[in-house]
């Protein structure tokens, strides 16, 4: 049987999305749609002052440095001053020769001008420089006013931002909590953590870079388009020839974009994946010396990274160029066209000098909406691939009760398997016809050969997978009609290498009652045989261990969770081959400490020490997922069958 290790799902995403997509991802932005509402108007605003800057510009060249006639296509000629100003008149008079003089005003030709004294000139042109020194001012008032906007533009939108993918963030969280186990076996935790990290930063961007900065980028193209039709529209129309060369190149860029983020995203995931199960598998790699041959894997694996990043890099390695170069062939346009209808008068010098630098700003958008191409192409792929995870089907989501509902078993008083059969994978059943009843108190224990399925008997008690065949009844209701969280909150469970979370040892211990009082935490440590251990610590039962609890030994892993299981006060004991890894001492330990536990209680043991068995009131003796042989151990041993055989293979 070959397995994909959950990338078949993978490379099956990739359809045009895009859309469906974003429409997908809005629900999560409508909670703050006031602040994306704010962040428009500011871009809004700081937009709209990008584009008077130019225009101010030409305002200043046409009226007062290069003034203009009415027209605003000639160039005035002569300055004109009202000689009834005594401080004109007296320059009048000193330069006689070139100025013309009429009953009230006098004139002098621009060229004229440089055979005045300097001081002069600024007495003639104050007006002109006054006009000036204002635009100067209002420009310097519009920076600063720019300034304020795009402040308080990045604040507001990196705060959206980051509570909209808090939210995302959030809901995948959840939403991988609710997932039966069944799902988590056929998908890698590398792939599902590079979901819940790297694929929801991809969204943060999205939000924080392209949302927003593409709103502005195409006002901005729209705008610039407007005035540049409005200052000259026949040097407007011929510049804009260029256009379609630039849309040609933006299809062919998006269609291979998209492919190159999707085949990246999917590498990313692989190796995340094998980076985690290398560090969970060091032990076994170590052991049987393959370091070698894994690193030659890893290489290859990395190597096909590099090639996917190194083809989304060479897509933009021949656009970006492209759009930079029809850029200068648009300015180079300008000058030529514009140059000789300056030449000509039907052109002022403010205008061409306004058309160029908007001709700088209309391409810089185009550039700027392809860098954002690129960080929704990779936002897209990322979402495809969220989204694979929260559309998982009704059937690999676990029944959640109703928060109003009470407990449907408030009390177990027996639980019976029908008929019932299990399939991990189809047409290969791993239980077949199992009937067995369990009644409140009782203890039984499963035993049999490694597949015999003892295991999967347990985890259909549990829910952690439905039968496939038959039906299991608690208190004559179906299970599958009981909402999970309801029947484990009556079952502790006692694995055989139990895992420990990267917290305190109190911690670890209320996780099944986190309202325990100190007085029972005493005693249910007491009750496990663990205080010891506990005063061998550091910091007690405040000490914080190593994730999975790798920095105790299995024994004293195994005592802890004895002592979660006294805390969370279940009416079920379910113990996994809970004394197989340790020494005869520890077992001792265990052993009592289990027999403390299941005082009371019914109890399920699974156990290849077929002497922990002999405590149980029935065995049930199972072999290749049937139920073969029942009773105690002493009838079971006077049979001389399956059971005995075991036994002598044991002992």
């Keep these: 049987m070959q397995y994909d290790y959950g990338y078949s799902e993978e490379n099956r995403l990739g359809k045009h999305y895009d859309m469906k997509l974003i429409r997908r991802l809005i629900p999560y932005a409508v909670p703050y749609r006031y602040s994306f509402l704010l962040i428009t108007i500011l871009i809004i605003g700081i937009t709209l002052i990008d584009l008077s800057i130019p225009y101010i510009t030409k305002i200043a060249i046409d009226s007062y440095i290069v003034p203009q006639e009415e027209n605003q296509t000639e160039r005035k000629t002569h300055l004109e001053v009202n000689i009834n100003d005594s401080s004109f008149k007296k320059i009048v008079n000193q330069y006689p020769d070139y100025f013309k003089q009429s009953k009230e005003t006098a004139s002098i030709a621009y060229n004229d001008l440089k055979y005045l004294d300097s001081n002069d000139v600024k007495i003639l042109r104050k007006n002109d420089l006054q006009g000036v020194i204002t635009i100067s001012l209002f420009l310097l008032g519009l920076i600063f006013g720019s300034y304020l906007l795009n402040y ?63 709103f502005k980028d195409i006002i901005l193209l729209l705008g610039i388009t407007l005035i540049l039709l409005s200052i000259h529209i026949k040097l407007a129309l011929i510049t804009f020839t260029v256009l379609p060369v630039v849309l040609l190149a933006s299809t062919k860029f998006s269609k291979k974009a998209r492919g190159a983020f999707r085949m990246l995203r999917i590498k990313i995931a692989e190796i995340n994946t094998r980076f985690s199960e290398t560090i969970n598998g060091m032990q076994v790699i170590q052991i049987f010396r393959i370091e070698d041959d894994n690193e030659k894997n890893f290489q290859k694996l990395n190597h ?15 656009f970006m160029p492209l759009v930079e170069s029809m850029g200068i062939v648009a300015i180079a346009i300008v000058v030529y066209y514009g140059g ?76 019976i398997f029908k008929e019932v059969s299990l399939a991990y994978i189809p047409e290969e059943s791993v239980l077949k016809d199992i009937s067995l009843r369990i009644n409140a108190g009782e203890s039984i224990a499963l035993v049999g050969s490694t597949g015999a399925g003892k295991t999967s008997l347990v985890n259909l008690i549990t829910r952690f997978y439905d039968p496939t065949q038959g039906k299991i009844l608690i208190n004559q209701q179906d299970l599958n009609d009981i909402a999970p969280y309801w029947i484990r909150s009556k079952i502790a469970l006692v694995t055989q290498d139990p895992f420990l979370f990267s917290i305190s040892i109190k911690e670890n211990i209320e996780l099944g009652n986190q309202n325990i009082s100190e007085k029972a ?50 009416e079920i004991i379910i113990l996994d081959e809970a004394t197989s890894y340790i020494d005869s001492e520890t077992e001792q330990n265990i052993q009592a400490a289990l027999v403390d536990l299941m005082k009371g209680r019914t109890a399920l043991i699974i156990a290849h020490r077929l002497s922990t068995a002999r405590i149980a009131d029935t065995i049930y003796v199972m072999n290749r997922g049937r139920i073969i042989e029942r009773g105690s151990h002493e009838d079971l041993m006077r049979q001389k069958g399956f059971y005995y055989n075991l036994w002598g293979e044991t002992s």
Excluded: W
């Design 152 to 214: 308080y533009h990045e604040i507001l939108l990196e705060i959206t931002s980051q509570q909209v993918i808090h939210d995302i963030r959030i809901t995948i969280f959840s939403h991988i909590q609710k997932i039966k186990l069944s799902f988590f076996t056929k998908n890698p935790v590398g792939r599902l953590v590079t979901r819940a990290t790297n694929d929801v930063q991809n969204m943060y961007e999205l939000f924080s870079s392209v949302v927003a900065f593409l």
């Design 304 to 318: 096909e990274n590099y090639l996917a990043d190194m083809r989304q890099i060479k897509v933009f390695a021949l």
């Design 340 to 415: 000789n209808s300056l030449l000509q008068n039907t052109i002022s010098l403010g205008a061409l000098v306004a058309f160029i630098s908007y001709m700088k700003m209309f391409f810089k958008p185009i550039r700027d909406m392809a860098e954002k191409y690129n960080i929704l192409q990779n936002a897209m792929a990322s979402a495809e691939r969220i989204f694979s995870i929260l559309d998982t089907t009704s059937d690999d989501i676990e029944l959640q009760p109703h928060p109003d509902a009470s407990d449907p078993i408030p009390k177990i008083k027996e639980i």
């Design 521 to 570: 935490l005493r005693n249910n440590i007491e009750q496990a045989r663990c205080q010891s251990i506990i005063d061998r610590l550091p910091d007690g039962i405040n000490t914080v261990i190593a994730e999975g609890g790798k920095s105790l030994s299995s024994g004293q892993r195994q005592l802890i969770s004895i002592a979660r299981a006294f805390a969370s006060e279940p």
